[in-house]
């Protein structure tokens, strides 16, 4: 069992910069894949970012070069830090545990191959 915690989320104007946090705990964090997702108003939730055990990291194309995903293993936490920032950015973003090794780098940006969410963290991001 996996349980997380997502922080930092607010409200910001375009262009500014932002850190969101997602704590871990419960299960060993070196272990597993962690993702981050977004899902905006009248939109299906997409994938933004992900980090797999290994520490290959994987990005959806719309935010490669702005947002970069990390993670603390002595602190059970995986970050997502968002720069240059647009209002098409608004969104509930969600981060998530994938306890299941895959082979195939593409399955880590499938909500589906989930095993853990959080409850979100509001981004909101003005013009």
């Known amino acids: 069992q996996v349980q997380l915690v997502e922080s930092g989320g607010g409200l910001l104007q375009a262009g500014g910069s932002l850190r969101l946090s997602c704590a871990a705990s419960?299960?060993?964090?070196?272990?597993?894949?962690m993702g981050w997702f977004r899902q905006a108003p009248g939109k299906e939730r997409e994938f933004v970012a992900a980090?797999?055990?290994?520490?290959?990291?994987l990005y959806a194309d719309s935010v490669k070069g702005r947002f970069t995903i990390s993670r603390d293993v002595a602190k059970n936490t995986v970050y997502l830090q968002m720069n240059s920032l647009k209002p098409e950015d608004t969104a509930l973003y969600y981060c998530?545990?994938?306890?299941?090794?895959?082979?195939?780098?593409?399955?880590?940006?499938?909500?589906?191959?989930?095993?853990?969410w959080g409850q979100g963290t509001q981004v909101t991001v003005s013009s």
């Open positions: 998530a545990a994938d306890i299941h090794t895959h082979t195939r780098l593409a399955l880590y940006q499938n909500e589906y191959e989930y095993d853990y």
């Open positions: 980090i797999t055990w290994s520490g290959v990291l």
């Open positions: 419960g299960r060993s964090f070196s272990t597993y894949a």
